[in-house]
C-alpha cells in the first residue's frame, strides 16, 4: 500500500517524459473507446428501429391465436372475442396496445384483374402503436370505425388491379363454415409500405369482416405490445396462464428470419468492439513495450536500488493503467458528447424511400444505455492493463547487469 | 573490529559459446566495519564482477558471500532486493539517478521504500546534500546537473538510508580530475564520519592513494591485499 501510494505519482511522471507517445496512446485509446460507444449507440438505434419497423408489419410483439391456425389461417380456426380474465389482462398496465383482427386468405376481383390477398379486418383506433396502417394511408381516407366497410389496398395491389379511390372491387373468401362467400365494397383508401406489405394485405373494418365470414363475435388474432412494466417474456407467460385454449407466440417465434437479423446486428456490434479493442491493445503493447525498452537501464538501476520485481512491474502496469485510464475518459466523454448530439435523431429524410422499403423509421434516435457505458469503459480499462502486462513482465527479465551496461 | 563483510571462495564463470571466461577464481577476503577499500587491477580482472556479486546484482557459479551476518546464496529475488534496498548503497561510473526525480527526490526515494517518515527524509537529504556540497540544488533534476553534481547526489543517495557498505564502481571514471579530488575527499570524509564501510573499483591511482587497504586483483585472483599503516 505504501508502495502503491509512492509509485502512483512516479508512474505519472514516467508517463509525461515522453509527451509525444504519450499522447499518441491516449489518442488511440479514446479515439477506440469512442468509436465503441459511438457506433454501438448509432448501431442499436438502426437495428431497434429496423426491429420496430418489421414488428409493425403486422406481426407485433406477440400474438394470439386459436389453435392450428397458424398452420391453417381461415376461419374456421378462430376463437372468441376476449372476455373474462383475458380481456382484463389485455386492459392492464402489462399490455401497452392490443388488436383484435380477422385475418384470412381472400380473392380480390376489379374490373381487370383477379389477385390473391390477405383480407384483415381491423378496428383502426386499436391498430395505433400495433402495427404500419395507424399511419400508412397516403390517399384516401383511413377506415373510420371497426364498422367502416369501405377497403384500404397497398398502392402497389392497386395499381396491379387497376383500381383507384372510389372504384368498387370484389371480395371473396371461405366463410367460418367453409363455404365462398362475396360482397362487393368501395376502395377508400391506398396505403404506402414496403412492396411486400402492398401487395399482401387489404384492410376492412373488423364487423363487416366477421359478418361477410358469419364469424360474428369470432378473431383469428389479437396483436399485443408490452408496457415497458412488463418484459415480453412475462406477458407471454401471463396470457398462455389467462387464455390456456389459445395459441400465444413473441415475435421471436413468429418471425425467426427477424430474430436472426437482429441477433446478427447484435453480434456485428461485439465484431467492431473486439476489433477496436485490439487495435487499441496492439497500441498500448506497442507504446509500453518501447517505453520499457527504451529504460532498460533505469529499470536496472530500480532494481539495484532495492526495488523488488513486483514493483518493477507495478509500476509498468500503473503507468499503462493510468494513460487508458485517462484515454477511456476522455474517449467516454467525447461520445456522452456526440450521442447528446445526435439525440434530437439522425434523419434519414434523404434516404425515406429506401427507409420505408427497408422497414426503418425516418429518424435514427442513438442512445447510449449505461449497462454497456460501464461495461465497454471497465472492459476496455481492464484488458488494456491486462495487456500491459506483457511489456510489464519484459521491465524485469533484463538482467540488472546487462541493463545497467548497456550506457 | 568487526567484520561487516565475508566473500567465501567466490567464483564466476561465464560461458560465450564454446569459450568459459573465469572471471573470479575462488576469491576469499572479508572487509571490517568502516574500512576504506579500493580494488584496482587490469581491465578484465574481474572487480565489477566482484562488487556486482557482493552487491547480490549477480549470482556467483560457486562460493558465498556473508554481508551482516546474512548468507546472499540461498535468498529469493524478493530479499535480495530487500537486502539491497536496506544494507547496500551502490555509486555506478554513470546513469546513477532516476531521471524524472530531483536530486532531493533521488536521496529521499530509498527512504520512502523504507517507510522512513516525510520530515525525517527531508531532514536526511538536506543534510546528506549539504554535506557534498549541493545546498541549494535540491530541486534541479539529474539532466539539469553537472557530471560531477550527478556523482554526488549519488553519493549523498548511497549513504541515506545507513547501508552496512557502499560500493562504488569507478565513481570518478568519467569525471575531470578537479572533480575526481572532491568527490574522493567527500567519500573519506564521509567515510570518517559515518564510519561506513566503502568499496571502491577503480584504475585511478588517486583513488588508491586516499583508501588505506588496496587490494589488487589479476585474472580473477587476489594478488595482493595490504592495508597502510594509519
Ligand atoms: N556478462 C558477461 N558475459 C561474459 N563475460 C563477461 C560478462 N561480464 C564480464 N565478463 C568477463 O569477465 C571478466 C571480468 O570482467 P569485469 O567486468 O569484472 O572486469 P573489470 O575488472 O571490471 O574490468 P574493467 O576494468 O574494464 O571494468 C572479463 O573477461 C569480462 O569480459
Ligand atoms: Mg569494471
New interface residues.
Given amino acids: 500500500m505504501?508502495?502503491l501510494l509512492?509509485l502512483i505519482p512516479?508512474a505519472w511522471?514516467?508517463l509525461w517524459?515522453n509527451q509525444r507517445r504519450t499522447l499518441i496512446t491516449l489518442l488511440v485509446v479514446s479515439v477506440g473507446v469512442w468509436s465503441i460507444l459511438t457506433f454501438n449507440a448509432v448501431i442499436r438505434a438502426w437495428s431497434d428501429s429496423s426491429l420496430a419497423g418489421s414488428l409493425k408489419n403486422m406481426t407485433a410483439e406477440a400474438q394470439i391465436h386459436a389453435q392450428d391456425y397458424l398452420d391453417d389461417p381461415d376461419m374456421a380456426h378462430s376463437f372468441p372475442e376476449p372476455t373474462g380474465e383475458l380481456l382484463q389482462l389485455l386492459n392492464s398496465p402489462s399490455v401497452a396496445n392490443w388488436a383484435p383482427r380477422v385475418r384470412t386468405p381472400a380473392i380480390i376481383q376489379s374490373e381487370y384483374e383477379t389477385l390473391p390477398v390477405t383480407l384483415v379486418g381491423i378496428d383502426p383506433d386499436r391498430e395505433a402503436g400495433v402495427s404500419f396502417i395507424a399511419d400508412s394511408v397516403k390517399q384516401g381516407v383511413q377506415l373510420k370505425d371497426a364498422k367502416d366497410e369501405g377497403v384500404i389496398l397497398g398502392r402497389h395491389l392497386a395499381k396491379r388491379l387497376n383500381t383507384r379511390i372510389g372504384k368498387r372491387i370484389v371480395l371473396m373468401a371461405n366463410d367460418i363454415n367453409g363455404r365462398l362467400e362475396e360482397r362487393g365494397a368501395k376502395v377508400i383508401g391506398i396505403f404506402s409500405s414496403s412492396p411486400t406489405m402492398e401487395d399482401s394485405f387489404m384492410f376492412t373494418g373488423l364487423r363487416p369482416a366477421q359478418k361477410l365470414l358469419h364469424a360474428d363475435g369470432r378473431l383469428s388474432e389479437i396483436a399485443m405490445m408490452s408496457s415497458a412494466q412488463t418484459p415480453l417474456p412475462q406477458l407471454v407467460t401471463m396470457t398462455r396462464q389467462a387464455a390456456p385454449g389459445l395459441d400465444i407466440q413473441s415475435w421471436d417465434e413468429l418471425q425467426p428470419m427477424t430474430k436472426g437479423i437482429h441477433d446478427l446486428t447484435e453480434g456485428f456490434i461485439y465484431v467492431w468492439l473486439w476489433v477496436m479493442f485490439v487495435l487499441i491493445a496492439i497500441g498500448v503493447v506497442n507504446t509500453q513495450l518501447m517505453a520499457v525498452f527504451e529504460r532498460t537501464?533505469?529499470f536496472g538501476?530500480?532494481?539495484?536500488?532495492?526495488?523488488?520485481?513486483?514493483w518493477v512491474i507495478l509500476e509498468v502496469l500503473l503507468e499503462a493503467l493510468q494513460i487508458i485510464g485517462f484515454g477511456v475518459l476522455v474517449g467516454s466523454l467525447a461520445a456522452y458528447a456526440s450521442v447528446y448530439f445526435l439525440q434530437d435523431g439522425i434523419s434519414l429524410e434523404g434516404l425515406s424511400a429506401g427507409a420505408d422499403f427497408l422497414g426503418i423509421e425516418r429518424v435514427l434516435y442513438p442512445r447510449l444505455e449505461a449497462r454497456e457505458f460501464f461495461t465497454t469503459v471497465i472492459v476496455v480499462w481492464g484488458l488494456g492493463v491486462l495487456t500491459a502486462l506483457w511489456p510489464a513482465r519484459r521491465a524485469v527479465k533484463f538482467n540488472?547487469?546487462e541493463a545497467?551496461r548497456s550506457? | 573490529m568487526s567484520t561487516i563483510l565475508e566473500c567465501k571462495h567466490l567464483t564466476k564463470q561465464y560461458h560465450q559459446g564454446d569459450t568459459t571466461v573465469n572471471a573470479l577464481q575462488g576469491v576469499d577476503v572479508s572487509f571490517n566495519k568502516g574500512e576504506f577499500v579500493s580494488i584496482s587491477g587490469p581491465s578484465g580482472s574481474g572487480k565489477s564482477t566482484l562488487l556486482?556479486i557482493i552487491?547480490s546484482?549477480?549470482q556467483p557459479t560457486d562460493g558465498d558471500v556473508i554481508l551482516d551476518g546474512i548468507s546472499l546464496r540461498n535468498e529469493s529475488?524478493?530479499e535480495l532486493?530487500?537486502?539491497?534496498?536496506?544494507r547496500?548503497g551502490?555509486v555506478?561510473q554513470?546513469?546513477?539517478l532516476?531521471?524524472?526525480?530531483t536530486a532531493a527526490e533521488n536521496v529521499e526515494?530509498?527512504l520512502?521504500?523504507q517507510?522512513v517518515d516525510r520530515q525525517a527524509r527531508r531532514a536526511r537529504s538536506g543534510e546528506l546534500l549539504k554535506q557534498v556540497g549541493l545546498e541549494g540544488l535540491e530541486n534541479r533534476r539529474p539532466g539539469q546537473l553537472s557530471g560531477g553534481q550527478q556523482q554526488r547526489v549519488a553519493v549523498a543517495r548511497a549513504l541515506a538510508s545507513h547501508p552496512a557498505i557502499v560500493l562504488a564502481d569507478e565513481p570518478t571514471a568519467n569525471l575531470d580530475s578537479k572533480n575526481s579530488d572532491e568527490l574522493l575527499a567527500l567519500m573519506s570524509k564521509l567515510n570518517q564520519e559515518s564510519n561506513v564501510t566503502i568499496i571502491v573499483a577503480t584504475h585511478d591511482p588517486k583513488v588508491i592513494a586516499h583508501t588505506r587497504r588496496h587490494i589488487v586483483l589479476t585474472d580473477g585472483n587476489i594478488e595482493t591485499d595490504e592495508t597502510r599503516a594509519a
Wanted: avoid cysteine.
Fill in positions: 505504501r508502495v509512492i512516479f511522471r514516467n517524459r537501464q533505469e538501476l530500480l532494481q539495484a536500488l532495492g526495488f523488488r520485481p513486483n540488472v547487469i545497467m550506457t | 556486482h552487491g546484482l549477480e529475488r524478493r532486493a530487500d537486502i539491497r534496498l536496506n547496500i551502490f555506478f554513470a546513469y546513477n532516476i531521471p524524472v526525480l526515494f530509498i520512502q521504500l517507510g
